[in-house]
């Protein structure tokens, strides 16, 4: 079975750009999740969905980043235009059921630098 | 208060040795507890998870202790190997019996297993 790809997996960037990230979950997961994890710091959620629609994006920085997943399937995350502090890794995963106790598989992350 | 606190932020252990990481959390709604490993270049992956109903849960070479009262629980990993070296994160979460929640996590061990 296929993990969690995403893509690019390293990003350089100038503060005030922007930037997108890109995620294709496990076949058949219906939610997804976007974190964002500092170093040296464990993961923080940005964003949730379940097939298409947001579950939960409270916190989520809406004046500069946003998410979509559409067809329910593929998903990609936005920053626009980027800080300094949102030098961290992206880290995607997906579920197969809307449930804290199903398994979350992650993906390998998008490292984003910004300069 | 859904703050996860987790110690040590490091660890060498001898190989063979037993290694153990804490976590305490302050929100007694708590009621599912991950932990998460993650090697360098990685997405974290589910290690092992307990429920509150049960003090303790084994599989394999990793155990985790739940203690309720003291709202603390901690992932011991026993006849530690090298290959264990990666970094560990406790989280927390509520809703494991009725749907979703999001996890909290901590701010993670670096444990390296010496030979």
């Known amino acids: 079975e296929a993990g969690v790809a995403q893509s690019p997996r390293y990003k350089i960037i100038e503060k005030r750009q922007s930037v997108a990230f890109w995620c294709n979950p496990i076949?058949?997961?219906?939610?997804l999740y976007w974190y964002q994890q500092i170093l040296g710091q464990g993961p923080k959620l940005l964003i949730q969905?379940?097939?298409?629609?947001?579950?939960?994006d409270s916190q989520l920085p809406k004046d500069r980043f946003s998410a979509e997943r559409l067809k329910g399937v593929d998903s990609t995350l936005k920053i626009q235009p980027a800080k300094l502090e949102d030098s961290a890794v992206y880290l995607c995963?997906?579920?197969?059921?809307?449930?804290?106790?199903?398994?979350?598989?992650f993906g390998p992350g998008t490292r984003l630098t910004v300069l | 208060q859904q703050q996860v606190k987790q110690s040590p932020q490091s660890l060498i252990v001898q190989k063979g040795g037993i290694s153990i990481i804490n976590c305490a959390y302050e929100?007694?709604?708590?009621?599912?507890f991950p932990w998460y490993q993650q090697f360098p270049g990685k997405g974290p992956a589910l290690l092992i998870a307990?429920?509150?109903?049960?003090s303790e849960k084994k599989e394999g070479r990793f155990t985790i202790s739940f203690n309720k009262s003291a709202k603390q629980f901690s992932l011991h990993i026993m006849d530690s190997q090298p290959g264990d070296s990666a970094t560990y994160f406790c989280?927390?979460?509520?809703?494991?019996?009725?749907?979703?929640?999001?996890?909290?996590f901590g701010t993670g061990t670096r444990l390296t297993i010496i030979p």
């Open positions: 995963a997906s579920s197969f059921r809307l449930a804290i106790i199903d398994t979350q598989y």
């Open positions: 076949s058949g997961h219906a939610t």
């Open positions: 969905f379940q097939n298409n629609g947001v579950v939960d």
């Open positions: 929100n007694t709604a708590f009621d599912y």
């Open positions: 307990i429920r509150p109903d049960v």
């Open positions: 989280a927390a979460s509520t809703g494991a019996n009725f749907g979703n929640e999001k996890l909290t």
